[in-house]
């Protein structure tokens, strides 16, 4: 990766697999109460923070791969659900886990014992499923990924990436 187009490119390629792992629409609804993205930041920027606030104003679950620059140059990435209310949202680190092959995918953050998936295009919780399911499960849908990076320019170009409103007020928390 040379360019920022690379780095873009590379975002939203990322954006394309998420969605397709969560078996999305493409072209994705806009406006829907759940959508997918990724962003890269500083260490020490409030991109996130950002992401946050955008949840809350547009009413609207998150799931971003986030790729974070430290101030040694070290990039570290996760997956990071962001959950949103009226008044404030708040961002899970988590993984896709397909705990069956045909099922759909599970958002789990083993250290808070939560989970998530879509019912009618909607996240809402779920039941947690014992650590040995979440592995096999998690390595289920890392297996797929490979098969779901086939995809062409006008797929990718539906992702463009996160919108971003002002801040205005809205709380945003991080656990």
């Not at 705990?99 to 953050?109: A, H, R, T």
């Not at 019912?119 to 592995?135: D, H, I």
Request: hydrophobic share 45%; glycine share 8%; aromatic share 4%.
């Amino acid at each position: 990766m040379n360019t920022e187009l690379d780095v873009v490119a590379l975002h939203r390629g990322l954006a394309t697999v998420l969605a397709r792992l969560m078996d999305l629409p493409s072209p994705p609804i806009k406006n829907a109460p759940f959508a997918v993205g990724a962003i890269m930041y500083d260490e020490g920027d409030d991109l996130l923070e950002l992401v946050m606030r955008s949840a809350v104003t547009m009413k609207q679950d998150l799931l971003v791969g986030v790729t974070k620059r430290r101030s040694s140059g070290e990039l570290v990435r996760s997956l990071v659900l962001v959950v949103a209310d009226a008044s404030c949202a708040t961002a899970y680190n988590v993984e896709p886990a397909r705990l069956k092959q045909g099922q759909p995918v599970l958002l789990v953050s083993q250290r808070l014992g939560k989970a998530w998936h879509l019912v009618g295009g909607q996240l809402r919780p779920a039941a947690m499923p014992s650590a040995a399911k979440c592995e096999a499960g998690i390595l289920r849908a890392a297996a797929e990924m490979p098969k779901l990076l086939d995809y062409g320019p006008e797929e990718e170009a539906a992702y463009p990436g996160i919108q971003l409103r002002p801040k205005r007020g809205h709380a945003a928390a991080a656990a």
